[in-house]
């Protein structure tokens, strides 16, 4: 689940606490991932009814991979959500298809 990875604008590692943190990484909070460093092609692909991954979250992640992040595409199913993704029967037509010419792209 990406929620707990992705609040106020950052995409951090995980957070083990405030002490937790500080055995783990040194600092009170978990360091952002270097988002520059990626050069893989990437996709985010969200829907309208997802309670864990906004719009405004998705293109702001876009944003910050900068030339790696190749596109946004949001689902056409207005009731698919978070789970759908994994579990949803539409999954193949809504999303896997488009994954896989994706992947054929590149």
């Known amino acids: 689940m990406c929620k707990p990875y992705i609040s106020e604008c950052h995409f951090r590692q995980y957070d083990y606490g405030t002490k937790g943190n500080e055995l783990h990484y040194g600092q009170k909070s978990p360091p952002d991932y270097e988002l520059d460093n990626i050069t893989t092609p990437v996709y985010l692909i969200y829907s309208q009814n997802d309670w864990l991954v906004t719009e405004k979250n998705t293109i702001k992640l876009c ?44």
């Open 63 to 106: 944003t910050k991979l900068g030339t790696a992040c190749r596109g946004t595409i949001m689902v056409s199913d207005f009731s698919f959500n978070h789970l759908d993704f994994a579990y949803g029967t539409d999954a193949p037509e809504l999303v896997y298809r488009k994954v896989i010419s994706m992947f054929d792209r590149h």
